[in-house]
């Protein structure tokens, strides 16, 4: 027998019994309560007739006609399919903006780029063009992982902003950037969809980053390393493997090692990007990827990982993780919730998302930069 809460909202009831005859073919409702699970939603609690995974965008065509846009939650041994009253609309962006940040980061990346060619500010300022392998190399890798995002939001549907570069005073970087984002500007449909969109941009940009990193160690020299103080760039498993491989040692050692040139340098800042992004919490890529293996379970994963990234500033003094920590405690504690929260992943995207998670593993540094004292 089906029940309904009483109507005790404002909620237009001619425009919930329309939209429950809409969906009749789709999803077969048991009970129907208004303002639940907060004021000014719907919930009807039954059972799909169809697969989710092939009819969602047709359930939000029929949703978004009434004004509502489909949840779709697992409550205990039945369905619930949410009516969210809103239908996600956004204005389209300042694309002006993403140009000038665009420009802004080629220019300091440029200027990294001379001044590790040069080591004379004066100089690299006055000839930016030296710096040319550097920046197109690491623009060509940043412009591809968020170009795998874009296009994967694209492909579901998503409304997304073009790609935000982030350009960063060499004073205050070794790379001339943060990186770069791109905004979501309304919930994915399914854990496929987040999956497809969270997992693209490291995959894309470890498609650029491994060959321009492999051709740069081959065409960089070994020799002596300095006796005055120098940097030491950090190493993950993968970057270790790939110094064996090309020079048949790992390095440094015996006083010997590889000076980077700038395509070395542009791959490795790669293989550095990627693993800060697939730290697997919060909002990050390896986030999203944790949250469609794990679902809710994933937010159990926060306080471990900022323990660990404590710890490593207790035993390495690395100050960058500190930051982190901070970051992530801001902005990391929430995960991107799918509208459809049931469907699960299919066979082939699992497999993509333990493999990218253990992408993690391979390319994560944790020390990324060691300064030896003269």
């Known amino acids: 027998m089906e029940e309904s ?11 919930i019994e329309a939209l429950r005859r809409e969906i009749a073919d789709l999803f077969m409702v048991y009970d129907t309560s208004l303002d639940q699970p907060e004021p000014g939603y719907v919930r009807f609690r039954g059972r799909f007739l169809v697969d989710t ?25 039945r369905t619930a399919l949410i009516a969210l009253p809103i239908v996600f609309n956004p204005p389209a962006s300042q694309w002006w903006i993403n140009l000038v940040l665009f420009i802004a ?22 000839s930016l063009w030296l710096g040319w392998k550097f920046s197109a190399s690491l623009m060509l890798i940043l412009g591809a992982h968020e170009l795998g995002h874009y296009f994967a939001a694209r492909y579901h549907k998503v409304p997304v902003s073009l790609p935000y570069f982030i350009p960063l005073p060499t004073s205050f970087s070794l790379i001339g950037t943060m990186g770069a984002f791109i905004r979501l500007k309304a ?5 496929r969809a987040l999956l497809d969109v969270g997992a693209a941009g490291p995959l894309a940009g470890m498609i650029f980053a ?31 493997l790939s110094k064996i491989v090309i020079f048949g040692r790992f390095l440094p050692a015996n006083g010997i090692d590889v000076s980077l040139n700038q395509f070395a340098w542009a791959g490795w800042v790669g293989l550095l990007v990627t693993g800060l992004n697939l730290i697997p919490v919060g909002q ?9 293996l794990f679902g809710k379970k994933a937010r159990q994963f926060f306080w471990p990982v900022v323990l660990g990234l404590a710890l490593l500033v207790i035993v390495t003094g690395t100050f960058m993780w500190a930051v982190w920590i901070l970051l992530l405690t801001v902005f990391g504690r929430v995960h991107a919730e799918p509208l459809d929260d049931v469907t699960p992943l299919d066979s082939r995207r699992r497999w993509i998302a333990i493999f990218t998670l253990a992408l993690f593993v391979l390319v994560f540094m944790p020390v990324p930069f060691t300064i030896v004292l003269p």
């Open 210 to 240: 491994l060959p321009i990193l492999w051709y740069g160690l081959a065409t960089s020299p070994v020799g002596p390393l300095p006796t005055g103080g120098y940097m030491l760039e950090g190493n993950s498993i993968l970057y270790a």
């Open 187 to 191: 919930p994915v449909k399914n854990r």
């Open 105 to 126: 980061t080629i220019l300091s990346t440029l200027y990294v780029g001379a001044m590790y060619e040069t080591g004379d500010p004066g100089l690299a300022l006055r």
């Open 284 to 292: 990050l890529d390896g986030g999203h990827v944790a949250y469609v």
């Open 5 to 15: 809460s009483p109507p005790t909202t404002n909620l237009p009831l001619e425009e």
């Open 53 to 77: 995974a092939v009819y969602f965008d047709e359930l939000r065509e029929r949703f978004e006609r009434h004004g509502f846009t489909p949840l779709i939650r697992q409550e205990e041994d």
